[in-house]
Nanobody, 119 residues
Framework: QVQLVESGGGLVQAGGSLRLSCAAS????????MGWYRQTPGEERELVAT???????RYADSVKGRFTISRDNAKNTVYLQMDSLKPEDTAVYYCNAAGRRWGPTFTSWGQGTQVTVSS
């Protein structure tokens, strides 16, 4: 079983910054990719940013140039630096990790952390 623990959400004014962290723990042999998704009430969960173990990154168009995803492979931790935040960034942000448990693949989700951007 793989657990993801997120931290760093909160309330910030428009134009401000927040940094999210997500640490993976448990039983696994490798993590292939980690990422962040977000969801607002009544909407589907959407991709924000992902990063592979080879540090290839992918961003949603809406956050390009404002958000930066990074990863510490030694700590099995992924970060999301969010700058120039906008009210439309308000959502619950979920961490995701995908990898292998000595053969079988896994995908795990964190419990979510609220990010609220006031105008």
């Amino acid at each position: 079983q793989v657990q993801l623990v997120e931290s760093g959400g909160g309330l910030v004014q428009a134009g401000g910054s927040l940094r999210l962290s997500c640490a993976a723990s448990g039983s696994f042999s490798s993590i292939t990719a980690m990422g962040w998704y977000r969801q607002t009430p009544g909407e589907e969960r959407e991709l924000v940013a992902t990063i592979t173990s080879g540090v290839n990154t992918r961003y949603a168009d809406s956050v390009k140039g404002r958000f930066t995803i990074s990863r510490d492979n030694a700590k099995n931790t992924v970060y999301l630096q969010m700058d120039s935040l906008k009210p439309e960034d308000t959502a619950v942000y979920y961490c995701n990790a995908a990898g292998r448990r000595w053969g079988p693949t896994f995908t795990s989700w964190g419990q979510g952390t609220q990010v609220t951007v006031s105008s």
